[in-house]
């Protein structure tokens, strides 16, 4: 039966496709990309502590990821968000921190049980949308093109019929077989498209479950590919490529996209990896040259690396000061021109202006 958009896809067949997915154009591809994403995981390693990956890079990831569902905030607005104690967050910014907070959780469960189950996903979703959201249980779901109100295509109904798909694809995930891990990914990243097993949220879900499969086969130690951009980059071909195969089984386009995601975004992250730490390196030297020495510390310097704002009760928490001393060293990296001091709501922040120019490039 050829494919009805109109029609429910419960005929959805199980993973692995009988196509041939490991063409010679994909094992190529598959070279370039695994190259570059060791590369990414080493780079991390260097960092001298990760907390400044997890605040930015992840807290970028998020942004893209919900920006491709039209959920748009600053870079701005999402770091002060993260630092200021106010209750003045716009929706979206708001909505962004639950992709990093949902990120996070899934992350944190897989390193105590290395599964992707239907669970952890339900998990996910929850923190996304925060609330108890679970498998669609009623009839009606659609994915239309927002432009003609055409329907592209109907997942399949029925919570019985989903929770089977899902248990499929999460026997495929944890199968021992043949298959590249990064080819495996294309491949989950489709099937849990089409499930499209939630009511909202599974867009997202399902880029947050490329970065822990990717953490569960070991090429990322921690989830701070920056995925999501690509697909902003690409957002047309993305789902352009989706339905082809949906509609004609061309497996290998769209593998071949998910590998140039990969190789190009952990280059991209490796660089701008590789670029605050010679930042910080910079800020360090320049630091102690202009720092008085009861202010400069190498624990301060990396503090305020940590995310582009800062506030003296991070270095409290951090035991570098007292309330009354931080509020003093923070004086004294402004005087120096390493920060600048700006009024949210009742606190003072201050501001790495060169770690925030270097993220939102």
Not at 260 to 272: C, G, P
Not at 285 to 293: D, H, R, V
Not at 309 to 321: E, I, M, P, S, W
Request: proline share 5%; no cysteine.
């Amino acid at each position: 039966m050829p494919f009805n958009p109109l029609q429910p896809y419960n005929d959805l067949p199980p993973l692995p496709p009988k196509a041939d997915i490991e063409t010679k154009s994909v094992l190529k591809k598959i070279i370039a990309a695994a190259r570059r994403l060791a590369e990414l995981r080493g780079l991390g390693e260097t960092i001298p502590n990760q907390s400044m990956l997890v605040n930015t890079l992840v807290l970028q990831e998020a942004q893209a990821s919900s920006e491709i569902e039209n959920i748009v905030t600053t870079n701005d607005a999402l770091f002060k968000a993260i630092t200021a104690d106010t209750a003045a967050v716009d929706p979206s910014t708001k909505e962004v921190i639950r992709y990093r907070e949902a990120l996070w959780t899934g992350y944190e469960a897989l390193k105590k049980k290395s599964l992707l189950t239907t669970n952890l996903f339900i998990k996910v979703v929850q923190t996304i949308k925060q609330n108890d959201a679970g498998i669609r249980n009623m009839p009606g779901t659609t994915v239309m093109d927002r432009q003609t109100g055409r329907v592209l295509f109907t997942p399949p109904d029925g919570e019985e019929v989903i929770r089977k798909k899902l248990r499929e694809l999460e026997e495929f995930i944890h199968a021992e077989d043949a298959i590249d891990p990064l080819v495996k990914l294309a491949l989950v990243h489709y099937q849990f498209e089409a499930i499209h097993p939630f009511f909202d949220g599974n867009g997202r879900t399902g880029r947050i479950l490329n970065i822990l499969y990717l953490v569960k086969q070991g090429l990322l130690d921690l989830p701070v590919l920056y995925l999501s951009k690509h697909i902003i980059d690409e957002k047309p071909k993305y789902y352009r490529l989706l339905r082809e195969v949906t509609e004609n089984g061309s497996w290998e386009a769209w593998i071949l996209f998910m590998l140039d995601a990969v190789e190009s975004t952990a280059h991209l992250t490796a660089r701008r990896i590789l670029n605050i730490r010679a930042m910080l390196q910079e800020t360090l030297e320049a630091a102690k040259k202009e720092l008085p020495g009861k202010v400069y510390s190498k624990e301060l310097i990396e503090l305020i690396f940590r995310q582009p704002y800062t506030k003296g009760k991070f270095l409290v928490d951090a035991g570098l000061a007292e309330r009354k001393t931080a509020a003093e060293y923070l004086k004294a990296l402004e005087k120096a021109g390493i920060m600048k001091s700006q009024k949210v709501g009742k606190e003072k922040l201050y501001l790495n202006k060169k770690l925030y120019s270097l993220l939102t490039k």
